[in-house]
């Protein structure tokens, strides 16, 4: 499995990728590293439907905050090229800081409005980095579909918005949440989570259950959905919320009234990690 460290490099790939003979096709699975099964399940998706994969493999430096985590962010490059090559990826996309923001750099793209709902909301700035880095990635591969995850259901309404405003042919697809047994959303950030704060963690999934067991029986208004998700986390006192929220998936806006594909999503720090989670209710 190749490594290519230029969008020069991946261009290339990329056409030669889809200019055989058979038709080829495109996937690209646009990570920050430290691949878990969820992760896995985006490759896997990817490779079902296309003849090609590239993963990228990128801490982008313009989505974190000046007091966030990106210097503590989890590398594990080799433990990265191992699993992605264990799952036949094609390639790994792993660029530097400097080839994809080079010096005097000053061109970012802002999805306005949604890029300041939910996270947006609280962390300044951060779609915007998002939104500037899947585009750069987008142009740069050209693939014929890209895969994210539903845990990142916000990014995902920014970048289908940033798609299709500026008419890009690529298909973004979303594939389920992958969790652990007991529940928890797998992330990356949890290898911060203390054993204490793991278990502690826990209460977030178990509000979303919540929620879906009440959407089960006819439940939809959002007063009631949100106020039992605040009751399940209240268990543990130690859980600081940043948000709990039903909005229309497309826009972000709150809504009163559940309707199919409204999604209830939840952010909460668990010491000193961030967590989200949230489900599509049907």
């Known amino acids: 499995m190749e490594i290519l460290r230029t969008v020069a490099e991946l261009r290339q790939w990329s056409r030669a990728a889809?200019?055989?003979?058979?038709?080829?096709?495109?996937?690209?699975?646009p990570t920050m590293g430290a691949l878990h099964?969820?992760?896995?399940?985006?490759?896997?998706?990817?490779?079902?439907?296309?003849?090609?994969?590239?993963v990228s493999i990128f801490v982008n430096p313009t989505q974190f905050g000046p007091n966030e985590d990106y210097?503590?962010?989890?590398r594990t490059f080799d433990a990265d090229y191992a699993l992605a090559k264990a799952e036949e990826a094609s390639v790994i996309f792993a660029p530097s800081v400097e080839e994809f923001y080079p010096a005097g750099a000053s061109t970012f793209v802002e999805v306005e409005g949604l890029g300041n709902r939910l996270d947006g909301a609280l962390r300044p700035g951060h779609f915007?980095?998002?939104?500037?880095?899947?585009?750069?990635?987008l142009i740069a591969a050209e693939p014929d579909h890209a895969f994210f995850g539903q845990k990142d259901a916000a990014q995902v309404a920014v970048i289908r918005r940033m798609v299709a405003d500026l008419r890009m042919a690529t298909e973004i697809v979303?594939?389920?949440i992958v969790r652990e047994p007991d529940g928890l959303a797998?992330?990356?950030?949890?290898v911060f989570l203390s054993p204490a704060e793991r278990a502690q963690s826990l209460t977030i999934s178990r509000a979303i259950c919540q929620v879906e067991a009440l959407a089960s029986v006819g439940e939809r208004r959002s007063g009631t959905l949100i106020e039992a998700a605040h009751k399940t986390i209240a268990v543990e006192s130690a859980i600081r919320i940043d948000y709990?929220?039903?909005?229309?998936?497309?826009?972000?806006?709150?809504?009163?009234?559940?309707?199919?594909?409204?999604?209830?999503?939840?952010?909460?720090w668990v010491g000193a990690t961030r967590l989200i989670d949230n489900t599509i209710l049907d």
Do not use: D, M
């Not at 915007?128 to 990635?137: E, F, I, M, S, Y």
């Open 244 to 268: 709990i929220e039903l909005v229309n998936w497309t826009t972000l806006q709150p809504v009163e009234i559940a309707t199919p594909g409204t999604l209830f999503a939840v952010a909460a």
């Open 186 to 190: 797998l992330s990356s950030r949890n």
């Open 174 to 176: 979303v594939c389920p």
């Open 128 to 137: 915007r980095g998002v939104a500037t880095v899947v585009a750069k990635l």
């Open 71 to 74: 210097a503590r962010y989890p």
């Open 18 to 29: 889809r200019s055989t003979a058979c038709g080829g096709t495109v996937g690209l699975v």
């Open 37 to 54: 099964a969820g992760h896995v399940s985006l490759i896997r998706a990817a490779r079902a439907s296309c003849s090609q994969v590239a």
